[in-house]
């Protein structure tokens, strides 16, 4: 079973940076897309940003662009999501996930894997 594992969450101010990271056990066909998304307390959970193992491309929601960035290292099968600018709002439960290809964020496509989250605070 392919597990996923988040790290890098935490509390910070306003303005303040955060790189989460998300360690896959093992790379295969069934995980070769990635994504984070993140679920604010009592809301939907929502997808962010995304990136394939396998090709330089990369998505993003709109409310991800410009401050957002997914990276990955094949090497350490792990990607990341840099946060800038963070926001009182941006607080959530941050996931990431796995599916075979995409383009999973219209729901075409189901997620194959998914972490258990890394909570992130923002304070004013």
């Known amino acids: 079973q392919i597990q996923l594992v988040e790290s890098g969450g935490g509390s910070v101010q306003a303005g303040g940076s955060l790189r989460l990271s998300c360690t896959v056990s093992?790379?295969?066909?069934?995980?070769?897309?990635m994504g984070w998304f993140r679920q604010a307390p009592g809301k939907e959970r929502k997808f962010l940003a995304a990136i394939t193992w396998s090709s330089p491309n990369t998505f993003y929601s709109n409310y991800a662009k410009g401050r957002f960035t997914i990276s990955r290292d094949n090497a350490k099968n792990t990607i990341y999501l840099q946060m800038t600018s963070l926001r009182p709002e941006d607080t959530a439960v941050y996931y990431c996930?796995?599916?075979?290809?995409?383009?999973?964020?219209?729901?075409?496509?189901?997620?194959?894997?998914w972490g258990k989250g890394t909570l992130v605070t923002v304070s004013s």
């Open positions: 093992e790379r295969s066909y069934s995980n070769d897309a």
């Open positions: 996930a796995a599916a075979n290809r995409w383009p999973f964020w219209t729901g075409e496509v189901d997620m194959n894997y």
